[in-house]
């Protein structure tokens, strides 16, 4: 390859022929089953990114995988797999419909929030503290014991919804409902949540930690090669710790920003599954923040304008999913090209 | 309580923890392969709900038990097809692919259980059977929760020695576990790494689709999208749990098993400890056992990597 700057763009044409591909057979599924995937398909688009309203739900949408991947870039980028993002986003989210009532009654607002959140936090912490000092102690893979907790937060917390910390005189068991003047405070002039900014900071600062700091650079060489960080002295276990540490705040983080901006409860059963879509989202990305936005708002845009069309062209809004599951699926096919082209 | 519903209850709760171990079984077997073969399969999840799905459809079209049985097989091997050609010869990293094939196919179920039911939820008739083994059913309280069972379940406890014996005294299992711990040796001794990991992950493919097919015709009759509830991820913690041992990942699946028996036969009983509690149980014991026994974990050393001649991995 000659000019450097088609060598940059590589990955984004070829991210570009992933979506191409998954559109074309998302078309042919909507072929079978009789419908014009070209009417779907400008529906889609005309609802999703045509409309003042359908780009403010996508960005909005776009919150929680901004959070989680500013997350998984710390971990990630060390070499690291926390597959179990839902379980650290439900810890956080519960934490905060548990706490959020109580607390906004007693603090002065932005401590509140800023309790509210640091509580959260700590709660996506310490859900991957185990998993954590297991992987750095006694190098358990640490996508195993991830997972495992993860489904341990979707127990425990529909549990503790349902019976300890229940709010009994409502019958879905569900947290009490955060007043309105309590939530999240918007973005000035607009009917987006705060949320946003911080997930753009936080992915950005995460994205500029791992390429400009000595931590960063430390993970990145865990990464590349273990061996060689150990002679080098440095502490590995440690910063393996730190790295997940890192990722499970950001995934509670998220959580609170959903209860805290969106749902204004906590619900037994409650899971949006982020995680399924966020894990494949930032390794496509290449594990670089500025890529991860685009992405995201991609993903957001297919599940809002999905909704949308859902409702008026009947068909059944699962198939936002299938896309998305194709998309997945293709990009990570497209990888294999993107390097091939490169190595030549 | 009476004695005799006493044993009535401990019969019951025995044949449901036998009945609801063995979907999680079958997809674990199968998975426990695909691991020592060193590819992590996060797809089984979708491949259990696309199994269920495509054989419950074959099966109440057709009328005929047995054509949704090998349908699931099919689609299983099919999406194995598709796992293997992604992971092993565009060596795609395994956790995307394993994510993407769980929403894709679980997704494209529920998607075409929509548009081909609607809202309406149709129940298999005649699905469910079980088959009494004469003489050894009629052994009091276990007799008739071990011997009066759906003819997979049989099925699959009996392949639990056979896999067993698959994995540590055949060839196939040895270079199984050859392409798992260090495949460019298996290479170099003349093992096609990428032949025995297509054959591991397409057997992975159909233990996973035939656990989906008799959760919706051996156990339930009927399909929901939500018929897997996370088994698929059950069994991979279940592997983890045996370390790739069919004999143990099979006390593994017995005591998930076991729990979800449990919930629904405390609330028979009127005792008031929520399911939820129950179902974080086996996951506790789980990690308490990884925390014992921490240092001797050995995991297949290729796990997740994969293997391209002439290169270390990544």
């Known amino acids: 390859m000659h000019n450097a700057h088609l060598v940059a763009l590589k990955p984004a044409v070829a991210s570009i022929l992933a979506i191409l591909c998954s559109l074309i057979t998302s078309g042919i599924i909507l072929l079978f089953i009789g419908r014009n995937p070209l009417v779907y398909f400008s529906l889609l688009f005309a609802k999703g990114i045509g409309t003042p309203l359908g780009v403010i739900e996508s960005i909005i949408r776009m919150t929680p995988l901004l ?20 379980g650290q986003f439900l810890v956080g989210a519960m934490l905060a419909g548990w706490a959020a009532p109580a607390l906004s009654a007693s603090l002065p607002y932005p401590i509140y929030l800023f309790a509210t959140a640091i509580l959260g936090i700590a709660g996506g912490m310490a859900w991957i503290f185990l998993p954590a000092v297991l992987k750095a102690r006694y190098d358990i893979n640490e996508i195993i014991t991830t997972l495992m907790m993860s489904w341990v937060a979707i127990n425990l917390t529909a549990w503790l919804v349902k ?13 009490p409902l955060i007043p309105l003047d309590h939530r999240l405070p918007m973005i000035p002039l607009t ?3 705060v949320g946003l900014i911080m997930g753009i900071a936080s992915l950005l600062g995460t994205h500029w930690v791992i390429r400009r700091t000595t931590l960063g650079y430390r993970f990145r060489v865990i990464s590349a090669n273990k061996q060689a960080a150990l002679r080098a002295g440095m502490r590995v276990p440690r910063i393996i710790v730190y790295s997940l540490l890192i990722s499970g705040g950001f995934a509670g983080l998220a959580g609170v920003s959903e209860v805290l901006a969106i749902k204004g409860l906590f619900q037994a059963g409650w899971n949006p599954q982020y995680g399924m879509t966020t894990i494949p989202l930032v390794f496509l990305a290449r594990l670089n923040g500025w890529a991860v ?17 859902a409702r008026d062209l009947d068909v059944p809004v699962f198939f936002v999913h299938v896309m998305e599951g194709l998309t997945l699926l293709f990009f990570a096919a497209s990888e294999y090209f993107a390097k091939r082209r490169i190595l030549k | 309580m009476s004695p005799l519903f006493e044993s009535a209850l401990i019969s019951a709760m025995l044949a449901s923890t036998i009945r609801g171990t063995t979907p999680i079984l079958l997809a674990a077997l199968g998975e426990a392969y695909v691991e020592r073969a060193g590819l992590l399969n996060l797809g089984i999840e979708g491949m259990m709900v696309a199994g269920a799905f495509s054989s419950f459809v074959v099966a109440l079209n057709l009328n005929n038990l047995l054509c949704g049985f090998l349908t699931a097989a099919v689609v299983g091997l099919a999406l194995g097809l598709l796992f293997g050609f992604l992971t092993i010869t565009l060596r795609a990293n395994q956790i995307v692919v394993g994510l993407g094939l769980t929403i894709f196919a679980h997704s494209m179920s529920s998607f075409l259980h929509r548009v081909i039911f609607g809202n309406q939820f149709p129940i298999l008739f005649g699905a469910g059977g079980t088959h009494e083994i004469p003489l050894v059913s009629q052994i009091p309280v276990l007799g008739q929760a071990l011997f009066n069972q759906h003819g997979l379940v049989y099925l699959t406890f009996l392949m639990v020695p056979l896999m067993h014996a698959g994995m540590y005294k055949t060839r196939f299992g040895l270079r199984i576990r050859a392409v798992g711990e260090s495949p460019w040796a298996a290479d170099a001794a003349g093992v096609s790494v990428d032949r025995i990991r297509y054959r591991a992950i397409l057997l992975g493919g159909l233990m996973a689709g035939l656990g989906g097919a008799f959760l919706a015709l051996g156990d339930l009759a009927f399909f929901v999208p939500d018929i897997s509830m996370g088994r698929g991820y059950i069994a991979i913690v279940v592997v983890m749990l045996g370390k790739w041992n069919p004999l143990k990942v099979c006390c593994g699946a017995l005591l998930f098993g076991m729990a979800m028996a449990l919930t ?6 009127g005792i008031k400890i929520s399911p939820d509690f129950i179902l974080m149980t086996p996951y506790l014991v789980v990690i308490v056992t990884l925390l014992l026994f921490a240092r001797s974990t050995n995991l297949p050393s290729s796990l997740c990597i994969p293997y391209e001649r002439g290169q270390k991995g990544q």
Request: aromatic share 12%; glycine share 10%; with cysteine.
């Open chain 1, 163 to 175: 019976g300890p910390i229940n709010d009994l005189s409502s019958v879905p068991a569900q947290t």
């Open chain 1, 67 to 86: 959070i989680i991947s500013a997350g998984l870039l710390s971990c990630f980028s060390a070499g690291l797999w926390n597959i179990g993002v839902e």
């Open chain 2, 264 to 269: 629904s036969t405390l609330q028979v009983t």
């Open chain 1, 293 to 309: 936005i685009p992405l995201a708002f991609f993903f957001s845009f297919l599940a809002v304008g999905g909704e949308f069309v």
């Open chain 1, 191 to 193: 009917r987006i949540h």
